[in-house]
DNA sequence: TATTGTTATACTCTATAACTATA
DNA sequence: TATAGTTATAGAGTATAACAATA
């Protein structure tokens, strides 16, 4: 499982310093990986709660959360969700029973169905958007200057040129 | 070369907050936790997958790691888990028929049950910990120089002071 | 009386497999 | 035949409430 064997470039991994390396080092990244791991646990695990604020459960919060961005395909929301198709179908059920979601039948293939926000759900997503963009304590209490460079570092981890 | 976009003359100060110069700005703590967020969200919907590597279930997962830091209450693992005392009854059953697991009635409170990994448990304990060490791509592909940033400002963030 | 862990019950999430209605 | 969604079934995680053993 050694992944890209080709660093042909690369000084080794010495355990000390690694000053010189336009390479990745392997221990700094476990290392950075090991604390940023360590802060987001300890969110993650509050996530239940957070949905259950609004009287959600995590995966109906996510779902919320997904559908703010445009219509979406059962079968496409399973994709997100990273399960079976089978599950989306009590799931919709669910949160179809409470008003926040609506079926419409694709006209292009009707087997398709598209899941849109009710006002409701889209009036929810609002409030639970806002909830989670809450900075947990340890991030707010950062200085500026960390926050900046954390904002700039995470920019270039997800958008890899 | 990286840098320069965002020292707009501008002292980190939050757009009118004027003169108390040592509050961090809230909407740069905002922008920072986003990112944050989204590079975390897209982690974390693996780790199901990655606990069926070892066939756990993710919360199996969760308390093979936690029980490596020595026998804990069931009482004690409930906290932790932020789930209530009798959920931990039925996934300690299903852990300890796997040979994960095993209960020890407490000498001190005949109540108590402590938990504590097998030899078993430990061996795939040290497997799922070297798996859940390694870095996602995205943080892997950063710059040295940007993981060294990263790692210290999460240093700063989990020890304050 | 209070606490630890268990049992009973119910709901949600998840997977697999068989089914339907379209395509 | 293949695909999108459903239904049926089963197992796991979760909460509440009632209970036994112990403190």
């Known amino acids: 499982m050694s992944s890209s064997s080709e660093n042909l470039g690369r000084r080794g991994k010495s355990p000390h310093s690694g000053l010189d390396a336009q390479e990745p080092d392997e221990a700094l990244s476990k290392q950075a ?7 987001m646990s300890a969110h993650m695990r509050n996530f239940p709660a957070l949905a259950a604020e609004f009287e959600l459960s995590p995966v109906q919060a996510h779902v919320v959360r997904q559908l703010g961005e445009g219509p ?23 949160m179809e029973a409470r008003g926040l979601v609506e079926r419409r039948s694709s006209e292009q293939d009707r087997r398709v ?25 340890l991030i707010a209490a950062l200085a500026d200057e960390d926050l900046r460079a954390l904002r700039d570092i995470m920019r270039r981890a997800l958008r890899p040129q």
């Open 72 to 94: 979406l395909a059962m079968s496409t929301l399973a994709n997100y969700l990273s399960c079976d198709a089978s599950n989306v179908t009590g799931l919709v059920d669910r």
């Open 33 to 39: 990986w090991a604390l940023l791991f360590e802060l």
């Open 113 to 137: 169905k598209m899941l849109v926000l009710t006002e409701a759900g889209a009036a929810l997503r609002e409030r639970l958007l806002e909830r989670m963009a809450e900075p947990p304590e």
